[in-house]
Structures are given as structure tokens and as C-alpha cells.
């Protein structure tokens, strides 16, 4: 059996670690609600001896993100077989716990995937979409632009595009491209841009853009 005793922060890090190893240990032998149950028991824990301390290992912040991911895919899983919002809401909740925990951009981007999928099953699109733009937002800068077309590539409302095409524009200089390459993808974004505007029927915009465009243009030829 193992003690109860804790002494200080080490001594309660190094007991949160303990029943974290027997949980793990446990876990292929448990069902989704047994899961649910000694979790959860883990996050209070935590909750009472650890989460107001100054500071803890990154160990700690590893674990605590690996158990919100296992608490958030057990619910988005229960979600989607039985078409249950109040599973996909507690889904939602361990996700963003587990966001605050990500230590690396790969860990951020699996959770912000997962909770986009849901926004979209829920037909929330002001949280789909602001997911969306935390997901571009989350490459490295480089990278960033590419993210962006995407995004406006598979977005279904003019709005959604327009949005993420300006995003897109100015984020062309930063591209590790050649300056031709610059300036083309910046005629290419002006142009949808002033479809977009003229068919959205702001004309006001859609001249900003196309001035745009004209000056990249002279900016090619000379």
C-alpha cells in the first residue's frame, strides 16, 4: 500500500508522480468510466497540494496535459457514438485544460485540431472559426502564410476567405520565398480579395486591393 504521508512540495510532486505510475499501470485494465473516475481523482490532487505552489518540474506539466488529453478523448469519443453535446461541452473543457499545459507547438496543435472538430459539429462557427485563426497563429512565422491560404482555400462563407486572405497578405513578406514568388502570391491574394469585396459589394475595398495589386504589378515591370 502505498503512504500516505506528505511532506512539502517535493513530497507531494513526488506523490503525484506515484499515483500517476499506478494509474498508467491500471489503465489497460479499466473501462472509460473507471478511467473518468481515477483521473479526475489525480486532477484533484493536484488541485490541492500543487496547483498554488510557485512553481513545479515540466514533468508535472507533461503529465497534467496527458491526462486532460485522455479525459477530453474519452468524452469527444462518448460525443460522437451517442451524438451527445453535454459530452462534447466536457470535452471541450479538458481540451482547453489541456492547452493551457502544452509545452510544445505540436502539443497545441493537437488539441486546437480536436477542439475544431468539434466547434463543427456543435455548428459553432464563431468558435470554429476563432479556432481556425489560433491554429495558423500557432506557425512559426515562415510557415504562417501557408497555413492562412489553407484556411481560406477550405472556408465555405465569403467572409471566413476574406478574412483569412488579409491575414494571408500581410503575412507575405515573411515567407522564406524568392521576391518573385513574393509578389506573385501577393497578385494572386489581391485579386480573390477583390472578387470577394465586389461580390460582397464593397467597392471601396475591393479599389484598395486592386490599387494594390496594380502597384505590385509596376513594382514587377521595373
Partial sequence: MLSRTVSGTKGSESRFLQLYKVVREREPYLNNEAKIVQYNALLRYFI????????????????LYQIDIKLGDIYYEDGLQNQDNSRY?????YYNQALSYAQKTEEQNRVLLALK??????????????????????????????????????????????FFLECALNTVVAQDESFYTKYQDTLNICCQLAVLYELLGEYEKARRVQKLRDNTLKLLKN
Fill in 48 to 63: 490541492k497540494f500543487l496547483q498554488d505552489k510557485d512553481s513545479y518540474p515540466p514533468l508535472i506539466n507533461s503529465i
Fill in 89 to 93: 461541452f466536457l470535452a471541450i473543457e
Fill in 117 to 162: 472538430d468539434i466547434y463543427y459539429y456543435l455548428d459553432d462557427e464563431e468558435a470554429f472559426f476563432k479556432i481556425e485563426k489560433n491554429w495558423a497563429d500557432n506557425h512559426n512565422q515562415k510557415d504562417r502564410f501557408g497555413a492562412y491560404v489553407l484556411l481560406a482555400k477550405n472556408a465555405y462563407q465569403p467572409r471566413m476567405k476574406i
